[in-house]
């Protein structure tokens, strides 16, 4: 069975980095389309980047452009968020998604995917 586990949040300061990771096993990783959600309290799932299976494009939501960088190593069956200058706003868990796809195509609705992470708590302090 595919299983996604993200690591490497935590309580920050604003402006400061983290680079989120997200193992993913159970099936080919290079056969997956992934993504990056955020939910904060009291809000819907939102969109924050994905990345095609062999990595060549990318699609970030406006509010983290600049800031936030999705990338994936397909041999090492790992996907990364390196989020810098972090705000406030960008409190949050953080879920990586995939979907298993034949295609080279980027998805950004939470629907499209099929397999989740239990998700990652970023807490960023003013």
């Known amino acids: 069975q595919v299983q996604l586990v993200e690591s490497g949040g935590g309580l920050v300061q604003a402006g400061d980095a983290l680079r989120l990771s997200c193992t993913v096993s159970g099936r080919t990783f290079s056969s997956a389309s992934m993504a990056w959600f955020r939910q904060a309290p009291g809000k819907e799932r939102e969109f924050v980047a994905a990345i095609s299976r062999s990595g060549v494009s990318t699609r970030h939501v406006d509010s983290v452009k600049g800031r936030f960088t999705i990338s994936r190593d397909n041999v090492k069956n790992m996907m990364y968020l390196q989020m810098n200058g972090l705000k406030p706003e960008d409190t949050a868990v953080y879920y990586c998604?995939?979907?298993?796809?034949?295609?080279?195509?980027?998805?950004?609705?939470?629907?499209?995917?099929?397999?989740w992470g239990q998700g990652t708590q970023v807490t960023v302090s003013s």
């Open positions: 998604a995939a979907k298993y796809t034949s295609v080279q195509v980027i998805y950004t609705r939470w629907n499209e995917y099929d397999y």
